[in-house]
């Protein structure tokens, strides 16, 4: 992995100054600020001024994506990969959400994007347990179904929502108001079964080796879910 990382910021001025044959148009995007490197299948996928490329650990191929060759839109605010759906999950700052597959197929998902809506629509975070993504936004979490490419389910917790993480039985959500989970067999859209775990707003939630994390201000929490 540490190869094909060195491999890939190498290959941020080549990107950059690649030119393209006579007579094609060609999307140029800035990459100098790699902000999140996410391993897919024989591809890591970077995250990069708001645009994506990938690297092939393969055959060392790196391949640029753009809103002329396939995305659907750009200015990207979060990817994440989904194995199971063998997906890149792209989510774009606007709320509009790509799925690109490892075959280069792309099957976009606009519903959120079009929307009208009074709530803050502002992405903030982005997680993938199983078949589903978690899109963490300015009032709650949008669970999409990957491999069915449809908005699953919509959590609405009033604020901001910064991070999702799920063990086999619950959810927890981390919010600006605090930490609060349910049971994975609740009706998650019936807000009254979430309950207050912790009143700190962590910035990040992660499930490793059946523990509980949560991440504030740079300093890493175990958390006692009971």
């Known amino acids: 992995m540490r190869k094909a990382i060195l491999?890939?910021?190498?290959?941020?001025?080549?990107?950059?100054?690649?030119?393209?044959?006579?007579?094609?148009?060609?999307?140029?995007?800035?990459?100098?600020?790699?902000?999140?490197?996410v391993p897919g299948g024989t591809?890591?996928?970077?995250?990069?001024?708001?645009?994506?490329?990938?690297?092939?650990?393969?055959?060392t191929e790196v391949r640029?994506?753009?809103?002329?060759?396939?995305?659907?839109?750009?200015?990207i605010a979060q990817i994440a990969w989904c194995s199971s759906a063998r997906r890149l999950v792209v989510v774009y700052a606007n709320g509009n959400m790509d799925l690109l597959g490892?075959?280069?197929?792309?099957v976009?998902?606009?519903?959120?994007?079009?929307?009208?809506?009074s709530d803050d629509k502002t992405i903030f975070g982005l997680s993938v347990c199983g078949r589903y993504a978690y899109v963490?936004?300015?009032?709650?979490?949008?669970?999409?179904?990957?491999?069915?490419?449809?908005?699953?389910d919509t959590y609405k917790f009033g604020t901001r929502t910064n991070d999702v993480a799920v063990t086999a039985s619950d959810i927890y959500v981390a919010t600006k108001g605090g930490v609060y989970t349910a049971r994975l067999t609740d009706n998650l859209v019936d807000h009254s079964v979430w309950r207050q775990l912790y009143t700190n707003a962590f910035s990040y939630a992660a499930v490793l080796d059946g523990?509980?994390?949560f991440l504030s201000?740079?300093?890493?929490y175990l958390a006692d879910p009971t």
């Open 7 to 37: 491999a890939i910021l190498v290959c941020l001025v080549a990107i950059a100054s690649h030119a393209s044959g006579v007579g094609t148009w060609r999307a140029y995007s800035a990459y100098n600020d790699v902000t999140r490197i």
């Open 43 to 59: 591809r890591v996928y970077v995250l990069a001024s708001g645009g994506l490329y990938s690297y092939n650990t393969t055959d």
């Open 64 to 75: 640029t994506y753009d809103k002329v060759n396939t995305l659907s839109g750009s200015d």
């Open 102 to 106: 490892d075959d280069d197929t792309v």
């Open 108 to 117: 976009n998902i606009p519903d959120f994007y079009n929307k009208i809506m």
């Open 136 to 152: 963490c936004t300015g009032f709650g979490v949008l669970k999409v179904d990957v491999k069915s490419a449809t908005i699953a």
């Open 211 to 213: 523990n509980l994390y």
């Open 217 to 220: 201000d740079g300093n890493i």
